[in-house]
């Protein structure tokens, strides 16, 4: 039977083998995650989780969704997209990346949501995730101090700063620095579902909902081809959030999370297939 200190070994000789350029990384498995083993190979700073932070704004909107502030199957235009629609990328508007793209429009949101919409299609957009939190600001106000205090506070995560538009809005699908240790404890609270030291954070639903009802895609490579609420299926038999440069909470079928900082962006893949090979292997 695998354990956290066996699986963490794997990979660590893995990422020395290939040069990996990894920060530190953190596995617990067993119930409630009480088998725990970490390494770093750098000092253990907060550092941006980049996409990782979607995740963060999903488990944000079903904490508001449990106390009745919002429902995320209400249209919030005449089209019909709604806020599920946003933090599963299947609202249909076309809004390419940028750098600066917190900077390019007066307002990101509004220009976001003045964009024709494709249907139900899925495409892949840090502005359907800064929209939807703007959505959720209108019903629960800041949203950054809505996730301190009912998220960071109950897990023990203090003092976070969430990087802001001019406007004063969070940036939403980015823009949160942690340690590896504390994005840890968010992806043991996912794979708990919504459960942290006996206390119930948010509703499993929304937990659920990360790898659940796929959107699938055709024509993208291994690990790509399933999205859900922040989500992505794969490689092999896991799901993943998965942040630029190798952030990543990787979750298998039973009661192991993995999460891994790094600074590697075009490594990253190659290491979560590994990972999810390891983690069959010792099942």
């Excluded at 040069?19 to 390494?39: C, K, L, N, Q, Y």
């Excluded at 508001?64 to 806020?83: K, N």
């Excluded at 106000?141 to 003092?159: K, M, N, Q, T």
Aim: hydrophobic letters at 40%; aromatic letters at 8%.
């Amino acid at each position: 039977m695998s354990t956290a200190q066996t699986i963490l070994d794997a990979v660590v000789r893995h990422v020395d083998e290939t040069g990996f350029t990894a920060h530190g990384i953190h596995v617990s498995t067993g119930s409630s995650g009480r088998d725990v083993a970490e390494h770093h190979w750098t000092p253990d700073l907060r550092r941006e989780v980049h996409s990782a932070a979607k995740g963060i704004c999903v488990l944000a909107t079903g904490i508001a969704a449990d106390d009745g502030l919002v429902d995320v199957d209400e249209p919030i235009r005449e089209d019909g997209v709604t806020l599920r629609h946003l933090l599963t990328m299947t609202s249909g508007i076309d809004m390419p990346w940028s750098a600066t793209e917190l900077t390019d429009w007066p307002d990101l949101a509004a220009e976001f949501l003045r964009r024709p919409s494709r249907g139900r299609v899925f495409q892949y957009a840090n502005a359907s995730t800064y929209t939807a939190m703007r959505v959720l600001e209108t019903r629960v106000g800041d949203v950054g101090a809505f996730v301190s205090r009912r998220l960071f506070d109950p897990l023990g995560i203090e003092d976070v700063d969430w990087q802001r538009c001019p406007n004063g809005y969070v940036a939403a699908g980015e823009g949160i620095a942690l340690r590896t240790e504390e994005l840890a404890r968010i992806g043991r609270l996912i794979q708990d579902r919504g459960v942290s030291g006996g206390q119930r954070i948010v509703g499993g639903r929304w937990c659920d909902a990360m790898h659940t009802d796929w959107f699938e895609r055709e024509g993208t490579g291994p690990g790509y081809h399933r999205y859900a609420m922040a989500g992505w299926g794969g490689p092999g038999r896991i799901w993943r959030l998965h942040g630029a440069y190798g952030q990543m909470l990787l979750f298998d079928e039973g009661e192991t999370v993995v999460t891994i900082t790094a600074d590697d962006h075009f490594g990253a893949d190659a290491l979560a297939a590994f990972v999810a090979d390891e983690l069959a292997r010792q099942r």
